[in-house]
């Protein structure tokens, strides 16, 4: 293992990702928005009943929710941190832990 290769792919990886991730949470953002306003739109029009502008419109809100809550990746680094610390101590687990430890 390269000292530091890790870390220099994470970097890599979030300046390239959190640009990519930002710009498409954005547009989905704007598409779900866009949406909402069109539902609206329909509503107003007398197009759609009103429970099934409310289902609809739920939806969409569960969806722009969704997409709000949705976290960040883990980074190769913690990922590499964590399956260290589990190689550290597998000798001496029992096999109820690593059993356990897969999952």
Do not use: F, H
């Not at 970097?11 to 991730?21: K, T």
């Not at 939806?59 to 883990?74: F, G, K, M, V």
């Not at 000798?91 to 999952?103: D, G, H, I």
């Amino acid at each position: 293992m390269i000292p530091g290769l890790a870390e220099a792919v994470d970097a890599a990886i979030a300046s390239y990702s959190g640009q990519e991730r930002k710009s498409g949470r954005q547009a989905r953002r704007r598409s779900i928005d866009e949406r909402l306003k069109r539902l609206a739109d329909l509503y107003e029009l007398g197009d759609l009943a009103k429970a099934e502008y409310r289902n609809r419109k739920n939806d969409l809100l569960i969806e722009r929710d969704q997409l709000e809550a949705q976290p960040s990746a883990a980074s190769i680094t913690l990922q590499r941190q964590r399956l260290e610390s589990i190689a550290d101590v597998w000798s001496v687990m029992a096999a109820e832990e690593r059993s356990a430890s897969c999952r």
